[in-house]
C-alpha cells in the first residue's frame, strides 16, 4: 500500500480552537482484472486524525504539534501541509517554513472571491470552493471518516451548522448559522481535502497519476 498524507491547520485565536486534521490517499490493490491480467489499483481516502488544541496554546507549540504529526513514522516525507495563512496566519506560515517539517507547506489565503490564484509562495483559495469541495467529498463517500475518530462527530455537527451568505455584492460566504458556534474543524478538514483534490484530482474509478 502506498500512502500520502495532507495535514490541514486552521488557526484559532483567543476564543476559537486551533484545530488540525490529518487525511490520508492510500493506493491499494483490488480486484483482479481479467482483461488486462493484473490486479486494479484503487483508491481510499480517509480522515485519519482530527482535533481541536487547546485555547489559549501559543502559536509556536502550534508548530511543533505540526511539525511533530509531519516528522511522525507514518508521515515522514509522505505529507503535504496545508494552513490557513489568512489574518494571524501569516505569521504562522513563516514559523512553519522556518520549522524543517520535512514536508510540502502550502500557506493558503482564504478568500470571499470566486477565483483561485497563486502568487508571491501562498494559494489564494475561495472559501466557497474549500467547503463545497469538502461537502461532495463527504456526500459522495469519497472521503471516509473513521467511526470513533476524535471529534469526528463534531465536524459532522459543524458541517451540517454551516449556513451560505449571499452578500449585496453577490459574494458568497460560508459561516456557522448558530451565534458562538464553531467551524473550526470545518476549516481544518476542507484546507487538507482541497490540498488532497488539487494535486490528485477527484477520486474517480482507478488510481491516476498525480496533478502536481
Given amino acids: 500500500m ?8 486552521d488557526l484559532g485565536q483567543r476564543r476559537d480552537h486551533t484545530a488540525l486534521a490529518v487525511l490520508e490517499r492510500a493506493e491499494v490493490e483490488g480486484e483482479w482484472d481479467a ?4 490486479r486494479r489499483r484503487e483508491e481510499r481516502r480517509s480522515l485519519r486524525h482530527l482535533e481541536r488544541v487547546a485555547l489559549g496554546t501559543p502559536y509556536p507549540e502550534i508548530v511543533e504539534r505540526v511539525r511533530g504529526l509531519a516528522q511522525s513514522p507514518w508521515l515522514a516525507g509522505r505529507s503535504t501541509v496545508v494552513v490557513d495563512a489568512t489574518g494571524v496566519g501569516a505569521p504562522v506560515a513563516d514559523m512553519l517554513r522556518r520549522a524543517r517539517l520535512g514536508a510540502t507547506l502550502a500557506p493558503a489565503l ?4 470566486e477565483t483561485e490564484s497563486r ?4 494559494y489564494r483559495v475561495p472559501k466557497r470552493d474549500l467547503i463545497t469541495g469538502l461537502q461532495v467529498m463527504l456526500e459522495g463517500q469519497e472521503l471516509l ?22 452578500g449585496l455584492a453577490g459574494r ?3 459561516g456557522a448559522w448558530r451565534e458562538g458556534a464553531h467551524d ?11 490540498g488532497l483534490r488539487k494535486r490528485y484530482g477527484p477520486k474517480v474509478g482507478e488510481v491516476g497519476r498525480p496533478l502536481w
Fill in 145 to 166: 471518516v473513521a467511526k470513533g475518530l476524535r471529534d469526528g462527530a463534531a465536524l459532522l455537527k459543524e458541517m451540517a451548522g454551516m449556513e451560505v451568505k449571499v
Fill in 110 to 113: 482564504i478568500t470571499g472571491g
Fill in 119 to 122: 502568487g508571491d509562495g501562498y
Fill in 35 to 38: 482483461v488486462w491480467y493484473r
Fill in 2 to 9: 502506498i500512502s500520502n498524507y495532507f495535514i490541514g491547520v
Fill in 172 to 174: 458568497v460566504s460560508y
Fill in 184 to 194: 473550526d474543524l470545518v476549516l481544518a478538514v476542507a484546507p487538507a481535502c482541497w
